[in-house]
């Protein structure tokens, strides 16, 4: 790690919370800081002439009893000391070596990283700080500053910036692709300037978005918060320590290349969570689930720019040995319009009765064919049924800190007592809090990629 020359490094703090999640472009952080922290500005150069300069120059002790000691390269943290649209980068992490741990605490010599430059170096050491005791949990921008102490930072990620950047006036009629908008190599290269690129993986993709109309009124991030509403998610990471922008659709059981679950580049074996080492509190409901009780919601682009609805259910009087029986019943169908009956169009359902769809667990699908046709997307939204894993868990699991996770990261379970939930997951949302209360992360991960069979769950 790097710390900038005009950085500020600020290594005490009252609260911190993460969150972030594959379906919001942007996440957020909030920082609260008790009164009296301590700001060390680092400089580029540091002798033993300026060393001797940086002694203690006034010590008082305030009435509820604290020595206020006042440095000539340190302040007091005040609502000033920031300014909106500063960049901010948090770091977190765990460390057991007494070395690393005390490198912030003023030594028996009084050396500390706020007046000694060999100390802060050694804090700064990538080598202590990102092999062995911490990560980037996140980088963005100060939005929002406290008037008053002690100081509270509102932050954004680095897709903030992606608020300021208008969009060109652009139509196109035809197929239009994600590359086209996004790419360095694309026709309209809208991450331009932003510092942000699109994932390589991505970028292989080729994800087709059908006709599209831009106006200057729209910002890059309102054209991708749009389209999370059709099933493609963009979300910010990381490539080889670069920040880069991922996109991946709803895709989940029988997941193709183009599925959120393939976004980005995970390890070569998804991270384990072990339910009696890494886990804090356990918030996970397991339930047995029927697909008799299971409806997806499909959803398509047809020819003419409008998006055609269907539900699809299993239909509970099939019967297998009748040929006129059918297995599937498509509900709750928009009603056709004369002038659509008149050019050729039909229901899909032979029932027009509207079935209320409290007790359903209701899964969204989004074709990725453009254009398409009721009967092709019925199709579709059959098979996509067929594959889809009743995982039966709902809730959220509070992890302790070591793990250092990411939204639309895949995860193991692996619990040895309650072998049912066990099998691979991937990570929809991620709280992360650190305090009084320690180091945590709250996920949430409600798709079950794949099971893990063992003999009782077998």
């Not at 804090?123 to 963005?140: H, P, R, S, V």
Request: one cysteine or more; hydrophobic letters at 35%.
């Amino acid at each position: 790690m790097t710390v900038p020359s005009d950085a500020m490094l600020i290594s005490e703090v009252e609260e911190i919370e993460i969150e972030e999640s594959y379906k919001k472009l942007i996440g957020t952080a909030s920082v609260r800081f008790p009164r009296g922290t301590v700001i060390r500005k680092t400089i580029d150069h540091f002798n033993e002439e300026e060393a001797a300069a940086n002694k203690v120059l006034q010590a008082n002790i305030t009435d509820a009893g604290v020595l206020e000691e006042v440095r000539k390269e340190t302040t007091v943290a005040s609502s000033k000391s920031f300014s909106i649209g500063q960049r901010i980068r948090i770091y977190l992490g765990y460390t057991t070596d007494p070395s690393i741990a005390n490198l912030a605490k003023t030594s028996n010599t009084g050396k500390s990283i706020y007046n000694d430059a060999n100390t802060l170096n050694q804090y700064e050491n990538a080598q202590y700080l990102a092999e062995k005791a911490m990560n980037i949990m996140f980088d963005g921008y100060i939005t929002k500053i406290s008037v008053d102490t002690p100081v509270e930072l509102h932050c954004e990620n680095l897709a903030s910036a992606l608020k300021q950047i208008t969009c060109p006036k652009v139509t196109i009629k035809s197929k239009s692709t994600v590359n086209d908008f996004l790419s360095d190599s694309g026709k309209f290269k809208l991450l331009k300037g932003t510092g942000i690129s699109l994932h390589p993986d991505t970028e292989s993709q080729q994800y087709d978005l059908g006709a599209v109309t831009l106006t200057p009124d729209l910002t890059v991030a309102d054209v991708l918060t749009e389209w999370a509403k059709y099933g493609l998610h963009a979300f910010v990471t990381e490539y080889n320590g670069a920040p880069v922008i991922a996109i991946g659709r709803s895709y989940f059981s029988n997941a193709k290349k183009d599925s959120i679950i393939n976004a980005t580049t995970q390890p070569s074996q998804p991270v384990k969570i072990l339910f009696d080492y890494h886990v804090a509190s356990n918030d996970l409901s397991l339930t047995n689930t029927d697909k008799k009780y299971l409806a997806v919601e499909a959803e398509g682009l047809s020819s003419d720019d409008k998006f055609i609805h269907l539900t699809l259910l299993r239909n509970p009087k099939y019967d297998e040995n009748s040929e006129s029986s059918d297995k599937w019943r498509v509900v709750n169908e928009t009603k056709l319009s004369k002038k659509a009956m008149k050019l050729g169009a039909r229901p899909l359902s032979k029932s027009s009765d509207r079935v209320s769809m409290n007790l359903y667990t209701k899964i969204p699908y989004h074709s990725r064919k453009i254009p398409i046709t009721k009967e092709e997307l019925l199709e579709e939204a059959i098979k996509y049924f067929e594959s889809y894993n009743m995982n039966g868990i709902e809730g959220t699991l509070t992890l302790f800190g070591d793990l250092h996770l990411k939204t639309a990261t895949k995860v193991e379970l692996v619990d040895n007592r309650y072998p049912g939930k066990n099998g691979y997951y991937l990570v929809e949302e991620v709280y992360t809090t650190f305090g009084n209360k320690g180091y945590r992360q709250r996920i949430k991960m409600p798709y079950c990629i794949k099971r893990i069979k063992t003999e009782n769950n077998e």
